[in-house]
C-alpha cells in the first residue's frame, strides 16, 4: 500500500508538473547560442551565466547541452552580458546583447580558449558543478567538493548521491547490490574486499569525476546488475612541463598520510605522463556479533556474544604512467603501465562468551588472530586510436594484460576457558592462502557519423581468465605444523567472455533516441583439485545472452529546459571467481566461509522514467527486477554459522529520486539528493521461504561557500535510514562533514582542513534474519570520525591540448577476481 501511494503521488506531482510547464509558458524575449573549444567542437557542460549590462547582476546560470548549445528564454527586454567558463579554459565575455520588443537573438558562438591564451576575459574562477545529467549517466565532479580533501576513493563514493558504502567496504547502489566498479573505464578485476582495500588506498587527490549509470549503454559491458560506477582519474592536458603534488597527514584512532604526484610532459609528438601515491593507512573497527540459538518453539536455549578487533596497518603504493604517440594528426598510439604493492598486517583479537539457557556464563573463547597480507597488481594496455575525419568517423582498440598474486599467512590461537578462568582446551591453526589471476582483453570500437543528427557505433570484445586460488591449512600441535586435509585444498578457474553490441542515436528536433543491443557468449571450466583425503571435483558453464538498451529523450519546450527521459536495459551479474570455490574457509571458531560452484548468474531488467528542468532539478522513478538474484547467505550447522553466496530468488526494486542544485545567495550553492526506494526479496531459503521487503529513505546534501576569492568552506552529510539486502536488515546510519580552504602562492596551492563524520554517527548495525531456530544482530564501531590537514600545489606550463580518450578494454571480469 505505502509505495501504492507514493507512485500515484508521483504521477499527480508529474502530471502537475508536465502540465505547467507545457501550457503555462510566459512569453517573451530569447537569447540563444553555443560554447565551442579552440577546434570548433562543443563544451559540453560548460556554464553560462546571464547577466545585466548596468550592474553585472546574475540573472540565469545553464550549463550547455552536448552539442555546445544554450538558450534564455522568456526574458524581458534590457541589455545583457553573457559569461561561458569551463574549466582548462579561459572565462569568455561577451559584447553587450540587447532584448527589445521581447524578440530572439540568436549569437555567434562563443570559442574558448585553453589557459594560457589571451582572451577577452573576466577574473572569475570556473568551478564545475558538483552534480551533471546526461541522458545515460550521473556525473560527479570529485574536485568541487573540498571535504573529499584527503580522503580516500571509498570515503568519496560513501557521500556520492545514491551510493551506500558498508562497514565492510561492500558498495549498493540506488539500494541494489552488485554494482559494477570501473576505473577509467576498465574493472578492476577484484573480490569485494580487495575491491575495499585498492579503493582506500587511492587517493581523492587523484580522482576526476564518477560516472553513475544505473542503466549503461551497450557499449559498456553487460555486468553489474546494480549498474555501473566508473571512476575517471585525472589526466592532464599540458604542453610542456606541468605537475601537481599533494600530501595529508590524518588524524581518526590511528594516523594516516597520504602522498601523491601526478605528472605529464608535452612535447613535439609525444606525450609522456605519470601517476604516483603512497599510502600509509592504520584504521579500528570492533565489531560485535549476537547470536541466540532456539529450540522447536521458538525458546533460547542459549546464545553466544562475539567481540572483535581490528587494527590493519597498511601501505600502499599505486603508479599509473604511460605514453602516447601522436603519429599523425589522425592516428594516436598509446601504452598505459599500472602497479599496486600493497603489504599489510593486522591483529585481530576475538572474544567469544558463551551463555546458558538462563543467561549464565558457559565459557569464554579467546581467539588471538594474527596476519601478514600482500597484493600486488600489474597491468599493461596497448591502445590505438584513429580518426578519419572531422565529422566523427573514428576507430579504436585496446589490449589489456592484468596480473594480480595475494597471499595471507594467518595464525589462529584459540583457548577456551571456564567461567572460573580455568584453562579447558587450547588449538592452533595456521594457514597459508596464495592466489593469483591472469587477464587478457581485447576489444575494437568504430564509430560512424551519419546524416540528420544520428550516429552508429559498433564494437567486439573478447577476455580470458584464469585464477589459481590455493588454501593450505595446519594444524600446530607442539610448535610441530601437519596438513590439515579437510581444509585444504586448491581451485582453478578459467573462464572466456566474447562480446559484441551495436548501438544508434539520433536526434528529431525535441525528440532523441539512443538504442543499442549487446550479445554476451560466456565460457567458464572449474576445478577443484584433490589431496591425500578428498577427490577432486569438476564444472563447466557456457551461456549466450542479449542485453537490449534504450532512452528516449523528449524536450517539452523549444528552449530545452524541461526534458523528458525514459529508458530500458537489461544486465547481467556472474558471480565472483572466488565465490564459485566449493570449499570451505576458516573465519573464526563459530565462523565458516563456503563457495558455491552451483551459482547461477542472476539477470537484471531495469525501467526509468525522468524529467529534468535545466541543470537546476531532476526526479526520477525507476523500477528493477532481478532473477536468480546473487547474495550473502547465512545458515547454521549446529553452533556454527556457515557463510556462502548463494541465488535467493527474486529481487523488486522501486526507487523514487530527486536531486536539485539551488544557490540561495552569490556565496552560497547547494546540491541536495533524496530518494525512497523500497527492497523486497522473494525465494525458497534452505529450509523455509524468504519473503523480505523494506521501504528505504536516503538523503544526501552538500553547501559550498564562497568566503572570499581565497577562502572556501564546506558543509556536507548523508543519511541512512536503513534498508533490507537478502537476509539482512540494516539500522539508520549517516555522518556530517565540514571542511574549510584557504588558497596561497598565487592561487597555485592550497590548504584544507577536513573533519569527517564530526559527530561519530556513522555506525553500520542491524539483524541477520530467516536463520533455522536462531536469531542474530550485528554493531560496528567504525574508526569514521577523522580531522585531516592538506597541502596541494601545481607548478609547470598551463597550455592544453585537446584531451585523450579513455583507454583501456578490460571491463567486468576485475570486478570478480578472487
Known sequence: MVMKKLILLFLTLFTLLLFNFTHAQTSGGKISGSVLDETKKPLDGATVILLTAKDSAQVSTQLARPDGSFAFPNLKDNTYLIMATYVGYKNYRSEQVVVSEQKAVSLSPFNLLPSGKALNEVSVTAQRSYIQQKIDRTVVNVGALISNTGANALEVLEKTPGVQVDADGNITFKGKSGVLVMIDDKPTYLSAANLATYLRSLPASALDQIELMDNPPAKYDAAGNAGVINIKTKKNTIRG?????????????????????????????????????????????????????????????????????????????????????????????????????SPDHDNSPVYSLLYGKNGELDSTINTQNKSKDSFNSKGINVNYTHKFDSLGRELTFDLDYINDRSNSNQLFVNNTFLPDGTLTNSTTLSDNLPATINIYSAKADYSHPLKGKAKLEAGVKSSYVNTDNAANYFNVIDGVSTIDYNSTNRFLYKENINAAYVNFNKDFGRFSLQTGLRVENTNGNGHQLGNAEKADSSFINHYTNLFPTAYFSYHLDTAGHNVLVLSYGRRIGRPNYGSLNPFTFFVDEFTYFSGNPFLKPQFTDNYKLAYSFKSLFTVAVAYDYTTDVQGETIHRNGDIFLSTTGNIGQQKNLDFSVNTNLQPAKWWSVNLYAEVYNNTYQGPFYDGYLNQSKTTFAANGNNQFTISKTWSAELSGFYDGGGTYGQFVTLPKGMLNAAIQKKILNNKGSIKLNMRDIFHTFSPSGTITNITDANATFHN??????????????????????????????????????
Open 241 to 341: 612541463f606541468h605537475a601537481v603534488v599533494s600530501a595529508d597527514y590524518a588524524q581518526g584512532f590511528y594516523g594516516r598520510s597520504n602522498e601523491s604526484i601526478n605528472m605529464n610532459y608535452r612535447i613535439d609528438k609525444v606525450n609522456l605522463f605519470a601517476n604516483l601515491s603512497y599510502n600509509e593507512n592504520r584504521t579500528f573497527r570492533r565489531l560485535e556479533i549476537d547470536r541466540t540459538y532456539l529450540d522447536a518453539n521458538g525458546n533460547a536455549t542459549s546464545s553466544l556474544k562475539d567481540i572483535s578487533y581490528f587494527r590493519p596497518t597498511s601501505h600502499s603504493t599505486d603508479i599509473k604512467a604511460g605514453i602516447d604517440f601522436f603519429a599523425s594528426p589522425k592516428t594516436t598510439w598509446g601504452v598505459v603501465f599500472t602497479g599496486d604493492i
Open 781 to 818: 564501531f567504525v574508526d569514521t570520525r577523522v580531522a585531516t590537514l592538506a597541502f596541494t600545489y601545481s607548478f609547470g606550463k598551463t597550455t592544453n591540448v585537446p584531451q585523450k580518450r579513455e583507454t583501456g578494454g578490460a571491463d567486468s571480469e576485475q570486478g570478480r577476481a578472487h
